[in-house]
């Protein structure tokens, strides 16, 4: 029996821990029957024939750049049955300049909103902040969600610009608080999925630290994405 293919592709900002983050799912990728090729740059990307035989790819780049030829290498993949999925700033919040790449994601990190002012301390706990991932009607179905409560986190929440060919498996909602510009409350994606072309993209909105990842829903769900991403039988 073939075995799927997984590429890891890491790197971007430290903050986010890239190499830390996409080891702790490896054992789950190799115990699924995946054979798991890991890339420290998004070099590969350009690579039409490795790409071609990639079943699903695992992206961990924060901010960062990209070529036109790399972006247009992964579209291409993706459109051709290619899965994508990543979580937090690794594919939200990656290669800012490329409108190529936001168009296949279909969302963008704009913001985390932070503590009231006189509360902040000048560490990243600042943007850290009690919130609800809700599931959506649609998410309650879904074999990605299917049965993962509603999920309490204190962590970055992400704002993120998106459009509406996304479907949306769970939402987080930012509240109006004196402080802040905004004047109602605002309900952002978290969870989504997208058809593009004939590949899925997945993305996990939650997962700045690894404390994080290690939430047992958020580590389902992220495990759960990466099977659901991976090329179908009709997109061979």
Not at 18 to 36: I, Q
Not at 161 to 174: G, P, R, W
């Amino acid at each position: 029996m073939t075995r799927r293919r997984a590429l890891v592709v890491r790197g971007g900002w430290e903050g986010h821990e890239p190499v830390r983050a996409t080891e702790l799912f490896l054992p789950f990728l190799e115990r699924s029957g995946y054979a798991v090729r890991i890339e420290e740059s998004t070099d590969v990307y350009a690579d039409a024939a490795e790409m071609a035989g990639t079943d699903l790819v695992v992206q961990c780049v924060t901010m960062s750049q990209i070529t036109p030829e790399q972006v247009a290498g992964l579209c291409a993949a993706v459109v051709a049955g290619t899965g994508f999925t990543g979580w937090h700033g690794g594919i939200v919040d990656s290669f800012r300049m490329s409108s190529d790449y936001l168009h296949l994601v279909g969302g963008q990190f704009a913001t985390h909103p932070g503590k009231e002012p006189c509360e902040r301390r000048g560490g990243a706990e600042d943007n850290f902040l009690p919130h609800t991932v809700r599931v959506t009607d649609l998410g309650r179905q879904h074999p990605i969600t299917v049965g993962i409560p509603d999920i309490e986190l204190v962590t970055e929440q992400y704002w993120v610009l998106h459009d509406d060919l996304i479907e949306v498996l769970a939402t987080t909602t930012h509240p109006a608080q004196p402080w802040q510009p905004w004047h109602r409350p605002v309900t952002s994606p978290a969870i989504w999925t997208r058809q593009w072309g004939a590949g899925r993209v997945v993305v996990t909105t939650p997962g700045h630290s690894l404390d994080v990842l290690e939430h047992p829903s958020i580590r389902t769900v992220i495990e759960r994405g990466m099977v659901w991403a991976t090329r179908t039988a009709s997109a061979s």
